[in-house]
C-alpha cells in the first residue's frame, strides 16, 4: 500500500518533470530555430523518494489554565500529517489550543519517504486565585481609594495650602484618566470651636477642593460635595497630630 | 444649696483651673469661705440682669401637708415639694429661707398659720407660700397660699387651688404654675419660666436627634426620628414649631417639626449646605445659614421657606444667626470674614454692621429678651500654645462691654436665654462629657440639666 502510494507520487512528480523538461526543450527549441538540432538528452533518473521531515512548536510554552497559546508546525514530504488529539491536519499550519491540563502535542507526518514524528509541550499552570480579575466597578473604586489623596487644611482655613497641591495634582491625573467616575468631596474639622461654625467651615473647605479640581478642568457635574464639620472626626485624640487629620476634604468614590 | 455655692464661680478663677487639680481645690475652699461671707464679695462681679439692686425677698418655704390618708399622697407629696422648691430656688427671685429655721408644726391651711414663728427671727421670712394636697378617688387638689407675714392684718397676697388626674406629671405642673405666679407677683411682674421648655441635641439613641424637656430637665424625650444627623433645634415663640438643621440625602437641610403634630411638616430645600435656623420675635420670619450660593451666607425667608432673600456678601463663613428678641429689628451672627470667627451685628435690612468681639474665637449669640445682652461662646486667648477654653460671656451690646459667666474650665458653648432674661442654659464639658447646664445670667446657681449621653445646643423656649 505504502509503497504502491509512494510510486504513485513519484510517477506523478516525473510526469510534471518530465512536461516541465518538455516545455523547456520546445522553449529551447524555438529560441535556437535557426541553430542545428541537436538529441534531446535522456530523462533523469527517478530520484529516491524523500523522507519526510516535521517540525512542531508552542508558543508561549507555559500558559494559565484559560489562556491559550499557538501551535506551530511545518512538514515536508509528507501526504499524511496529524496530531493526536486534534486529527488530521494541513502540512503547515497554526491553531489556537487552549487546553485545561498540561498537553503533549504529537505531531506524525507519513510520507512516501517514511514517517517523521516531532512533540511539543504546553504546561498549564492553575490560575492564582489572588490575582483573579476582581468585577471592574470595584476595581475602579479601589483605584479611586489607592491613588485619590485627600487635602489637608490648617487650623480655621479654607485655603488649598501650598504643600497640598502635589495632592490636586495627583488626582487630577487620576480623575482625568477616568472620566467615568463621579465622587464626593467631604469638608472636615477639628473638634475645637463650635458646631456650626465648624460645619460652615467644612463647607468651605470642601468647596475649596472643588474649586481647584473645576478650575484645572474637572467637570462639576462629577463632583458632590458635602461638609462633616466635626460631626465625623477621623481621630479622636486632643493633639495636633489628630486635630491635623481632622482637618480635611475627604474624597469619596460615588458608586 | 451647699452644691450650688460649690459650683458658683470666682472672678479671679482661670482657664488653667482644669489642669491645677490642687489649685482648683484651694480656689473651691476659698470660693466657699467668699460666699459665707457674703455679699460683699459678690460685688466684685460684674452683676448684670434685670431686677438687680432690689433686696430679695425671703420667703419661707415649708413642704405642703397630706389632707387626708390616701395612699398617693406621699408620692405625689414628694413629686410637688421637689419641684416647688426647686422652682422657687431657681428662679433667683426670692431667697429662700433654710428648712433648718422652720417651726417643728408647719401649716397646711390659712388657720394653722402663727404669723410671730415666722416674721421674726430665726426663719426672719417676709413671705410664707404654704399648702396642701389632697387624692380623692383618682383626682388630685392641691391648694395653695402666698402669705405676707409681716402683714398681719391682712396676710393672704395668693391663693389658689389646682385639681388634675392624680399623676406624678399632674403633681409637677401643678407646682410649676404656683411656683410661676409666685415669682411673678415677687420678681417685679415678670412672668415665671417653670412651665417653660427647653430643646437640645442627644445622641443618647445613637444618633443626634432633637429632644425636649421640662426648663428643670425632668420629662426629658425624643422628638425627631432623623437616623442622621439633626442639630440646632430653635423653637418658634409661639411654641408650635421647631425648626432645626439635619443631614439629608440631598445635604443639610432646615427641616421643620410641628409640636402640636408631632411630626415633620414640610419645608422647602434651599441647596447648599443649610444651617442654624433662628426665629423672629413674631415669628413670621426665619433668619439661617445657607451656602447655595458657594461660601455660607446670612439669608431670611417666611416662615413656611418662600420669599428667600440673602443678607450677607462675605468670603469668610457667616453662621449662627439671631435676631433682636425685643424689636426683631437687628441680628447678631457669627462670621470668619476677618479669620477667626467673631460676632457681629446688623440692622435686620442688612446694614450697619457693628463687629462686636475683639479677638479671639466668637461663637454662638443669643439675644436677651430685654433687647439690651448679647450671650456668646467666647474663647478669649486663642492660637497655637493658648490653652485657653470656651466660656460664656455677657455683653451689654450698646457699650460692648463684657463679663465672663463661667470659669470652671471645659468647653461651654451655645447659650441660650430664658423667657424671664433672669437664666441661661448652656453646653458644657466640664463633667467630662458635654451635657446641659443651666445658671442665672450672673453665672450663679450653676447646675446640670442631663446626665445620660452627650447632649448639646440648649434653646430655651420663648414663654
Known sequence: ?255 | MDDSHRKAPQFFADSSLSIWPARARFLCVVSSLLLLASTSFAQDWVRTGSGLGVEKVRLAVPDFKPLNGDPQNTALLKTFNDTFWNDLDNSGVVELVSKSFYPLQVPGQPPEVTFGVWNSPPPNAAMLAFGNLAVVGGKVTVQGWLYDVKNTASPQVLGKQYNDVATDDAARIMAHKFADEIIYRLGGGISGIAESKIFFVSDRSGHKEVWGMDYDGSNQRQLTHQGSIALSPRISPDGSRLAFSALTKSGWDILMYSTDLNRLVSFPRFGGTNLSPAWSPDGAKLALSSSRSGSSEIYVCDASGGNLQRMTTSRGPDVSPVWNRKTGAQFAFVSGRTGLPQVYTMEADGTNLQRMTDQGYAVSPSWSPNGQFLTLAWTRKYGPGEPGSSDIYLMDIASKQWVQLTHDGGRNDFPSWSPDGRHIVFQSSRSGKEEIWEMLADGSKLHQLTFTGRNSQPNWSWK
Open chain 1, 1 to 255: 500500500m505504502k509503497r504502491v502510494n509512494g510510486k504513485k507520487i513519484n510517477m506523478k512528480q516525473h510526469t510534471l518533470k518530465s512536461v516541465a523538461t518538455v516545455v523547456a526543450l520546445s522553449a529551447i527549441l524555438m529560441l535556437g530555430a535557426c541553430k542545428k538540432k541537436a538529441a534531446p538528452p535522456p530523462p533523469p533518473p527517478p530520484p529516491p523518494p524523500a523522507s519526510p521531515t516535521a517540525s512542531i512548536s508552542v508558543s508561549p510554552d507555559t500558559i494559565q489554565k484559560g489562556q491559550s497559546a499557538t501551535l506551530t508546525w511545518q512538514t515536508s514530504n509528507a501526504t499524511d500529517v496529524s496530531i493526536d488529539g486534534i486529527g488530521a491536519v494541513q502540512p503547515s499550519g497554526t491553531q489556537q489550543v487552549s487546553p485545561a491540563d498540561s498537553t503533549t502535542y504529537h505531531l506524525t507526518a507519513k510520507g512516501a519517504g517514511g514517517t517523521q514524528d516531532a512533540t511539543t509541550r504546553l504546561t498549564v499552570t492553575p490560575p492564582p486565585i489572588v490575582e483573579a480579575p476582581p468585577p471592574p466597578s470595584a476595581s475602579e473604586e479601589d483605584l479611586f481609594g489607592q491613588n485619590v489623596k485627600d487635602v489637608y487644611f490648617d487650623y480655621d482655613k479654607s485655603d488649598i495650602r501650598a504643600d497640598q497641591n502635589a495632592a490636586i495634582q495627583a488626582d487630577m491625573a487620576f480623575l482625568n484618566q477616568h472620566p467615568n467616575i463621579n465622587f464626593t468631596i467631604e469638608g472636615h474639622c477639628d473638634n475645637r470651636g463650635s458646631t456650626e461654625y465648624n460645619l460652615a467651615l467644612g463647607d468651605q473647605r470642601a468647596g475649596a477642593v472643588k474649586n481647584a479640581l473645576t478650575t484645572a478642568g474637572i467637570s462639576a457635574s462629577r463632583i458632590k460635595t458635602i461638609s462633616y464639620g466635626k460631626e465625623k472626626p477621623f481621630c479622636m485624640e486632643d493633639n495636633e497630630a489628630c486635630w491635623q487629620q481632622n482637618r480635611r476634604g475627604h474624597f469619596v468614590y460615588q458608586k
